[in-house]
């Protein structure tokens, strides 16, 4: 059947059986309803109501349609039936078509009668459409490509371009549609000895390509004879033609390929190499079975037009893909795989990147020991996705933990970090400044967000600081969740303004919950900024068997099925507290008659615990220590010992801010030696400033 309105023109064709077995572009864009909607289905089912469907019955049903063709075969051109205005159901309505009816033909001598032919003989006779013009072929290719521009492309995902450029392909031009694509493409070797290509791709007229000799992901070994390995040898486009001598031949040494073109009667193919920027990365293949005409040099142009668009798409895929698992390898890489041992949290933490739509970002977290049974937990996020912002994640990760190190208060270590950010700026983008608008700079500098929190299970008390970045949750052990209330300081790299630190309570079994603000975005972009945080109070206030499966709860009520558009770092911890029995404490008087007083009450303290075998190096220690504080040190003095599993802790405090450090001894020298002493008998040791003065600590393995 055949359609003209003014300035469009529209062919389907329909079976013995009175399916839809061929729909051109015309028609799809005049009616707006794809191949995929119509193939298929009954002719009928096309019409508006009010139709005058009399006529058009009898030309769709099975004994009308082979008279007609019958009477072709005694005739010098078909015999076409004008229906008028028959109303067409559209994606809009109802539209008059002006539809002429003709059966194809004349048949070739040798065709069956066509009152004895099989129904799939009929569906493959009128697969070839009605009689075409110039003008029209013209139309269908510029739609095709038109359609081309629209779906091919859409994501940065090379399997998901390959399979669209096969989709569109395959609607109205070709049978069937393979993309296959070199194994270099997705990240592997390139190969030296023997090629193979993977199917990324395929679309066939018939459900389940069936006519395919490989399934999608499967690879498929191209021998150096093949017309495939010919087109990527040579970077040209091939039309061939399955009578041709040559490809006979070789299709007779590939046992499945000629089975199934006998079997579905492939006749005609095109191979086109997919090159983009200079690198040739697969074949593309389109084959005709069911249409009986086959590729002409104006379909292997359209087929190369087709193809360099998707080979482009497919690099451009290809390439993200490469610089987004660089900056996931780097992020991954700076980020703690496992958290360090220590007793006063449980920790259980997850980092999810984004989506591909907006790559990886500068999210991370940590936790780090400190001394005196102390932790310090800390989340930031780096603005920006991308290796840039990994490689600054790293950066101030890097910082934190070495001004963790030396046992910086939370507001000092953050106006520290916030320095080192201005450094930065200075350092790259020389004269830089601007304004911090909606989580990101106005000139584009770094710009970065962190949460520090210092936990001590001696106190049970917690201190925390922020600068720009969500305050944290705190489940207590009655499981009541509490946002608590801390100064929000400015975002990193703002410079001039104070941090301020909040010191709170935390009872023991309490979950102290740290997370980046992608956590809640994912509500936000959904026009509920409150309904984050919401369903975060839920998911922690819902009882849970372990850290693991909180987790895991928190990420799937805030976050639902879809992956995230940034990324997510969430770090939970669950405080405990140092039993009484395990923690020490004397003060001393500011006299040298105190050190052996020290000695004794930690030799004591050792038997108490069971620990004699480590009196000797602690007496060691403490005389150490205890006589530094007396000597250069201000009064207060006091004496904390810590048993904290397998670590023991000495702890001289006074109220001097004077730290000591390691000095070489002169061979006649009487003093200088202690230190290096302590340094050289414990596990690690060093100083760390508090609002009263300082604290000298050591530790020891025990």
């Not at 073109?261 to 005609?268: L, N, P, Q, R």
């Not at 003093?671 to 600590?697: D, E, M």
Request: proline fraction near 8%; aromatic fraction near 4%.
């Amino acid at each position: 059947m055949a359609t003209r309105v003014p300035g469009r023109a529209a062919t389907a064709t329909v079976d013995g059986g009175g399916a839809v077995t061929g729909w051109s572009a015309a028609a799809g864009l005049l009616a707006g309803l794809g191949a995929g909607r119509v193939l298929g289905r009954p002719a009928l089912g096309l019409l508006a109501g009010g139709a005058p469907t009399g006529l058009l019955r009898a030309v769709v049903r099975r004994e009308a349609f082979t008279g007609m063709v019958r009477v072709c075969r005694a005739e010098a051109e078909p015999v076409a039936v004008e229906l008028g205005a028959v109303p067409v159901r559209t994606a809009r309505g109802g539209l008059d078509w002006v539809v002429t009816a003709r059966p194809l033909g004349p048949p070739a001598a040798d065709a069956p009668s066509p009152a004895a032919a099989p129904a799939d003989t009929l569906a493959k006779a009128a697969s070839a459409g009605a009689p075409d013009v110039p003008e029209d072929r013209a139309r269908r290719r510029l739609a095709l490509l038109g359609e081309a521009g629209l779906r091919i492309g859409t994501t940065l995902e090379v399997r998901r371009t390959a399979q669209e450029l096969a989709d569109v392909a395959v609607e109205g031009f070709a049978d069937f549609v393979g993309v296959d694509l070199l194994d270099s493409v997705f990240g592997g070797p390139q190969r030296d000895a023997g090629l193979v290509f993977y199917r990324a791709g395929q679309r066939s007229v018939l459900p389940g390509c069936p006519e395919s000799t490989v399934s999608p992901g499967d690879g498929d070994p191209i021998t150096p004879d093949s017309p495939m390995a010919r087109v990527l040898a040579s970077g040209r486009p091939l039309r061939t033609d399955h009578r041709d001598p040559e490809i006979r031949a070789w299709i007779a040494r590939e046992p499945e390929r000629a089975r199934l073109a006998d079997e579905f009667g492939i006749h005609s193919s095109l191979l086109v190499p997919l090159t983009a920027r200079g690198t040739t990365l697969g074949v593309a293949i389109f084959l005709r079975h069911r249409s009986p005409v086959p590729f002409d040099d104006d379909d292997l142009l359209l087929a190369t037009e087709l193809t360099a668009r998707a080979a482009l798409s497919v690099d451009n895929a290809r390439q993200y893909t490469r610089q987004r698992d660089t900056a996931l390898a780097l992020q991954r890489s700076l980020l703690p795989t496992r958290t360090p041992r220590q007793a006063a949290v449980e920790v259980a933490f997850r980092y999810l990147p984004a989506d591909d739509r907006d790559g990886v970002g500068g999210d991370w977290f940590d936790v780090v020991p400190l001394s005196g049974a102390r932790v310090a937990l800390v989340v930031g996020d780096v603005v920006g996705h991308g290796v840039a912002a990994s490689a600054t994640m790293g950066r101030l990760r890097t910082a934190v933990r070495t001004l963790a190190d030396i046992d910086m208060p939370p507001d000092e270590l953050l106006t520290h970090l916030d320095d080192l950010v201005l450094r930065v700026d200075l350092d790259e983008q020389p004269g830089a400044g601007g304004a911090w608008t909606g989580g990101a700079w106005a000139d584009g500098s770094v710009g970065a967000t962190c949460l520090y929190a210092v936990y001590d299970p001696v106190t049970r008390s917690c201190t925390l600081a922020r600068a720009g970045h969500p305050g944290p949750a705190l489940v207590g052990p009655d499981g009541a969740v509490d946002f608590p209330e801390l100064p929000p300081g400015p975002p990193l790299g703002l410079g001039g303004l104070p941090f301020e630190a909040v010191e709170r309570e935390v009872p023991e079994g309490s979950v102290l919950a740290l997370y980046t603000d992608g956590l809640l975005r994912a509500s936000e972009l959904r026009g509920d900024p409150g309904l984050g945080l919401d369903r975060l109070r839920a998911a922690l206030a819902a009882p849970a068997d372990s850290l693991e499966d909180l987790c895991d709860r928190v990420l799937s009520a805030t976050l639902g099925p879809e992956a995230p558009g940034d990324d997510v770092a969430l770090l939970l911890a669950r405080t405990r507290a140092l039993p009484a029995g395990d923690v020490a404490e004397w003060p001393l008087r500011r006299e040298v008659s105190e050190v052996s007083r020290a000695r004794k009450l930690a030799t004591a303290q050792l038997a108490a615990w069971g620990l004699e075998e480590a009196a000797f190096v602690t007496e060691l220690v403490v005389s150490e220590l205890v006589t530094n504080a007396v000597r250069y040190g201000l009064a207060p003095v006091a004496l904390r010992m810590i048993r904290d599993g397998g670590m023991l802790t000495c702890e001289v405090s006074d109220g001097s801010s004077t730290a000591p450090h390691l000095r070489r001894a002169r061979t006649y020298d009487e003093g200088g030696r202690g230190l290096l002493l302590v340094a050289q008998l414990c596990r690690n040791w060093g100083t760390r400033h508090t609002p009263r003065g300082k604290t000298i600590w050591a530790e020891q393995a025990i």
